[in-house]
């Protein structure tokens, strides 16, 4: 049974950081592409950074380009978002997903197979 747990979101203020993890179970996770996605109230979801199985390929919408670091962790299973410079329009339901053998970063939600159930992070202005 594959799991993706995610956990780190919270209440900040702008300005301010969290370091999002993805804790894989169940699955190959060395040999998984990953990806965050977001979710606001009323929006769709839309990606936010993926990474490919071998950290060699990483891809970042352009909204957090430049604040937003994806990074991976295969030994233990755990993939990372690192927020910075958070805003309140960051505010979002954070997903991560991971899709076998993806041997590139992926933007599109449907080429993930595995989701995980979500983490809060709310950005208060």
């Known amino acids: 049974q594959v799991q993706l747990v995610e956990s780190g979101g919270g209440l900040v203020q702008a300005g301010g950081s969290l370091r999002l993890s993805c804790a894989a179970s169940g699955l190959a996770f060395s040999n998984s592409a990953m990806g965050w996605f977001r979710q606001a109230p009323g929006k769709e979801r839309e990606f936010v950074a993926g990474?490919?199985?071998?950290?060699?390929?990483?891809d970042y919408a352009d909204s957090v380009k430049g604040r937003f670091t994806i990074s991976r962790d295969n030994a233990k299973n755990t993939g990372y978002l690192r927020t910075n410079n958070l805003k309140p329009e960051d505010t979002a339901v954070y997903y991560c997903a991971a899709e076998p053998w993806g041997v590139t970063a992926i933007r599109e939600a449907s080429g993930y197979i595995y989701w995980g159930q979500g983490t809060q992070v709310t950005v208060s202005s």
């Open positions: 990474i490919s199985w071998s950290a060699r390929n990483s």
